[in-house]
């Protein structure tokens, strides 16, 4: 069965510092994957998303992630972070059932951002 | 509207009541999805909805869950004899039908539940 994993619970960062945060998937076949973000009391919004193709993929609000087949990971970045980057972080990986197509999501990592 | 709709935002009900949750997918999507958020739990996926195709009800937890999609447009999740650990945010979404260069999902912004 597919899973994702996300290692990181929740990470602090100063304003202006860079970001990594973790991702690592488990599923049979070549993966679509994504990033969501979700601020308090909000639902989710999509930063980025790979298919295929180019394994560097840029998102929205100046984010990366990069897919490295061989270690089965997703990781997500950005060089310079903004408070406003203060929300919680959900990688996910799509499901291809019969009749049926889901997102598995991971339990997310929380980032703080200190002024 | 332009996004996906949610209705109720918050709902407060007493252990035991039945309790129905609303969702307006976006205009032209065909795929509708329930996911149930719990406190440091992720987002659990509860079913699927594609077109006029039999729904994927595989994450459903109980049979106290139900859902119904009319018309492939609006979507009712209905909880009966509610427990507290029903309490939650539900977030709908929905999405185009997935091909090689689409599949991510619109989420709304969640009916948070909570159960006395």
């Known amino acids: 069965a597919q899973s994702v994993t996300q290692p990181d619970i929740h990470i602090t960062v100063s304003e202006g510092a860079s970001l990594e945060l973790r991702c690592n998937y488990s599923?049979?076949?070549?993966?679509?994957l994504f990033w969501y973000v979700q601020s308090p009391g909000q639902g989710l919004q999509l930063l980025l998303k790979?298919?295929?193709?180019?394994?560097l993929v840029q998102g929205i609000k100046g984010f990366e992630a990069e897919f490295k087949r061989s270690q089965s990971s997703f990781n997500l970045r950005k060089p310079s972070v903004h408070w406003s980057d203060a929300a919680e972080y959900f990688c996910?990986?799509?499901?291809f059932g019969a009749g049926s197509y889901q997102l598995t999501f991971g339990k997310g990592t929380k980032l703080s951002v200190i002024p | 509207g332009a996004g996906v709709s949610q209705s109720p935002s918050n709902k407060v009900t007493e252990k035991g009541k039945d309790v129905e949750l609303r969702c307006d997918p976006i205009?032209?999507?065909?795929?509708l999805y329930w996911y149930r958020q719990s406190l440091g739990q992720g987002l659990e996926f509860l079913i699927y909805?594609?077109?006029?195709?039999?729904?994927?009800k595989s994450g459903l937890p109980s049979d106290r869950f139900s859902a119904e999609r009319t018309g492939g447009s609006v979507s009712t999740l209905t909880i009966q004899r509610t427990q507290q650990e029903d309490s939650a945010v539900y977030l709908c979404?929905?999405?185009?039908?997935?091909?090689?260069?689409?599949?991510?999902?619109?989420f709304g912004e969640g009916s948070r539940l909570t159960v006395l």
């Open positions: 979404a929905s999405s185009h039908l997935v091909t090689s260069s689409t599949g991510e999902l619109f």
């Open positions: 599923y049979g076949a070549t993966p679509y």
């Open positions: 790979y298919f295929s193709g180019d394994t």
């Open positions: 996910a990986v799509a499901y």
């Open positions: 205009s032209g999507h065909t795929a």
């Open positions: 909805f594609q077109g006029n195709s039999a729904p994927d």
